[in-house]
Nanobody
């Protein structure tokens, strides 16, 4: 059974930083692309970032490019999202996802076929 548990969310002022973590279990996640997407109140889910199984490929939404960095530690089955220069519009629930079908790195949120419960990120102005 696939399980993804996010942590690291919280309340931060605009311009601040947070690092999200996602601990995965249930499979050999080093074989799969993983990533993050988010959902703000009243809005649709939005792809944020993804990383290939090896870490050699990373993809970002234009809205976070240059501010967010995704990384992974396959020995720990963990993926991270370092978020810098946070803006109020980054406020959302952030979900960690894994793509267990195919070898390509996701570019949309619906390519993830498993995800966690999410962690709230709130950025105050």
């Amino acid at each position: 059974q696939v399980q993804l548990v996010e942590s690291g969310g919280g309340l931060v002022q605009a311009g601040g930083s947070l690092r999200l973590s996602c601990a995965a279990s249930g499979r050999t996640f080093s074989s799969y692309a993983m990533g993050w997407f988010r959902q703000a109140p009243g809005k649709e889910r939005e792809f944020v970032a993804a990383i290939s199984w090896s870490g050699g490929t990373t993809i970002y939404a234009d809205s976070v490019k240059g501010r967010f960095t995704i990384s992974r530690d396959n020995a720990k089955n963990t993926v991270y999202l370092q978020m810098n220069s946070l803006k109020p519009e980054d406020t959302a629930v952030y979900y960690c996802g894994v793509k267990t079908t195919g070898r390509s790195t996701p570019i949309t949120w619906d390519e993830f076929n498993y995800w966690g419960q999410g962690t709230q990120v709130t950025v105050s102005s």
